[in-house]
Each structure stands twice: as C-alpha cells, then as structure tokens.
C-alpha cells in the first residue's frame, strides 16, 4: 500500500506520511543495533517497525555466517511490510565475500544474493516500497576505504554495486557511502571504533533517511 497524503509542502509539493504504515529494515549489526528506525519512526509515523537486523553477517549466502545472512533472513519473512530497507554490505567486504555479477542470481556471491532478494520481496509484494541503503564508509581492523580485501575487491565496490541494483531495478538507492559525510577524517565523531555509529552517527543517518523515505 502506498503511503497516504498529508498535505500540501512548499510550492504545492506534495508532502508524504507514512502514519499507519509498517517498515522492515534488513541488514548487519549497524540495523541491528536500532539506532536508526526510532529516531526515523518518530519523525514519519510508521506504525509499526521490524528490526531484522543479523550482528556480523553479510548479504552473501554461505560460511560460518549463512544462518543470519540478509537474504537468507529476507527469504524468511512471513509477509512483506510496506516499506523495505536493506543496508548491507561492510560485512561482505570485510568477509571478503565474492562480488559477482548482474548476469547470475548466485546467492553465493554478494550481486547475486542481493539480486536474489530484491526479487523475492518485489514478487511477494509488488506495491512494496524496497529501497536499498549503500554500505558507510569504514576504518576498522585493517578494513578502510582504500584496502582490498582478500577477494580483491573494495568497499566502494560494494557500494557501486547497491548503486547499480538500483538503476537495474529502478528502486531508490541512498547513497550514505558517498553523501552521509562520514569518512577517514569524521569517523571518530560519528562512530564508536571506525564502524558502528554512536548516538552523533544515528542522528546523521536518521536525517539523511527520513528526507530520503519522505519522498517515496
């Protein structure tokens, strides 16, 4: 169901509310740890929130981590709420998952099971809203923006992919790995270690989030 109209903004736009409405968020510990959804919550009216959010797993199926991997936990959604936000991709860079490509629906690969996902949701509920949030910028154990990982590839790649899943699919894309301001020199203001956000960094994703979701 779409959301319904509140009223009328600036030069006539329309301004949207999500009041009544429910929103899923799948990803990593960064989701899971749900510094985010109330302060977005508040601030747009979702009636009802679900935290699906897996500590130290990546979108990519398999390994040590297959049980809480982002697809595998999205697959087990018993019904898809109307709004659907996945943010993953820091773990399967820092995993060293395998990026894949566009051209095959491995779940074994970080393209693939992101593939696998979005049109598992989209065929559940073709009026959901699925929006995909790119990985933040990192500076963590050896694992920044600049370090390949042991596949060969980094962060940004996983990042440039969210972006190109969006263009694929046409569902919205925010892009926090380039525009959310956190980067080498502001991480220590922003988050705890390098990676997870303190209450500064919540603050600053919630913001960029509720101006994102708003126009939906």
Known sequence: MLPEEQSTGLWGRI?????????????????????????????????????????????????????????????????IPDCVTIFAGTNDYRLSKPLGGLGRKDPATYIGAYMTLIEHVLSENPLVRLNLWTPLQRDKDGYDTESANESGHRLEDYADAVRDLGK?????????????????????????????????????????????????
């Open 168 to 216: 694929r699919y046409a569902l919205p894309v925010l892009d926090l790995y380039s525009e959310s301001g956190m980067n080498k020199f502001t991480l220590p203001a922003f988050t705890e270690d390098g990676l997870h956000p303190n209450q500064r960094g919540y603050e600053r994703i919630a913001a960029m989030a509720i101006a994102f979701l708003r126009r939906l």
């Open 15 to 79: 301004v949207m509310n999500w009041s009544g409405r429910s929103w899923a968020t799948l990803g990593d510990s960064i989701t899971a740890a749900n510094g985010y959804q109330p302060l977005v919550s508040a601030e747009l009216g979702f009636d009802t929130v679900y935290n699906y959010g897996q500590s130290g797993c990546p979108m990519t199926a398999g390994g040590d981590t297959d049980a809480g991997a982002t697809v595998k936990v999205g697959y087990r959604l018993s019904q």
